[in-house]
T-cell receptor, first 113, second 115 residues
Framework: QKEVEQNSGPLSVPEGAIASLNCTYS??????FFWYRQYSGKSPELIMF????GDKEDGRFTAQLNKASQYVSLLIRDSQPSDSATYLC?????????????FGSGTRLSIRP | ETGVTQSPTHLIKTRGQQVTLRCSSQ?????VSWYQQALGQGPQFIFQ???????GRGNFPPRFSGLQFPNYSSELNVNALELDDSALYLC??????????????FGPGTRLTVL
């Protein structure tokens, strides 16, 4: 079992709709959770982080965390073509003092006009 | 722009050679982590440096080594290069190594090709 799992996609969403990206993780001790956006040929860009169960909203983005189900998601409202990218879910391992962040393989999101 | 810089941007080496990659962390950040990202995969944690000491390591062999300097910049050294070492190498800086509020900000990466 992979430590952080994401559907590789591609996920195709019409412009203006809600894109929903999902991620599951295996380490119950994980404490912090991140979503990165990565455009082709570029480095990952942090867009959201969440530490507590529930929802966290930032503009068009909402991160949702359910530690009991070991599940974290990212919702993108009013999707724009510029949102087309690979979205990486990352989890901060909970058993070490080092911030060893484990990444999923990413979900490719395509926003169609 | 995150304020994290890396050099060089691209590098071509042959199998068996050695390579050094460099990273300057964002102002105010004392922790640097290095990642390897193969095509189509997420970044894989190599190791982290905090206050010039290695502070955690992923599943990479000893031929991957690093340094952190007093100004918190860092180097990644890879000896005896193998074809599978071809990847994008990313460094990320953060304000501390702890488990809590520890957002990491990535540099633009170094694309290494091993022939």
């Amino acid at each position: 079992q992979k430590e952080v799992e994401q559907n590789s996609g591609p996920l195709s969403v019409p412009e203006g709709a809600i894109a929903s990206l999902n991620c599951t993780y295996s380490d119950r001790g994980s404490q912090s959770f991140f979503w990165y956006r990565q455009y082709s040929g570029k480095s990952p860009e942090l867009i959201m982080f969440i530490y507590s169960n529930g929802d966290k909203e930032d503009g068009r983005f909402t991160a949702q965390l359910n530690k009991a189900s070991q599940y974290v998601s990212l919702l993108i409202r009013d999707s724009q073509p510029s949102d087309s990218a690979t979205y990486l879910c990352a989890v901060n391992s909970g058993y070490s003092s080092a911030s060893k962040i484990i990444f999923g393989s990413g979900t490719r999101l395509s926003i169609r006009p | 722009e995150t304020g994290v810089t890396q050099s060089p941007t691209h590098l071509i080496k042959t199998r068996g050679q050695q390579v050094t990659l460099r990273c300057s962390s964002q102002s105010g950040h004392n922790t640097v982590s290095w990642y390897q990202q193969a095509l189509g995969q997420g970044p894989q944690f190599i190791f982290q440096y905090y206050r010039e000491e290695e502070n955690g390591r992923g599943n990479f062999p000893p031929r991957f080594s690093g340094l952190q300097f007093p100004n918190y910049s860092s180097e990644l050294n890879v000896n005896a290069l193998e074809l599978d070492d071809s990847a994008l190498y990313l460094c990320a800086s953060s304000t501390h190594p702890g488990q809590g509020a520890n957002e990491q900000f990535f540099g633009p990466g170094t694309r290494l090709t091993v022939l």
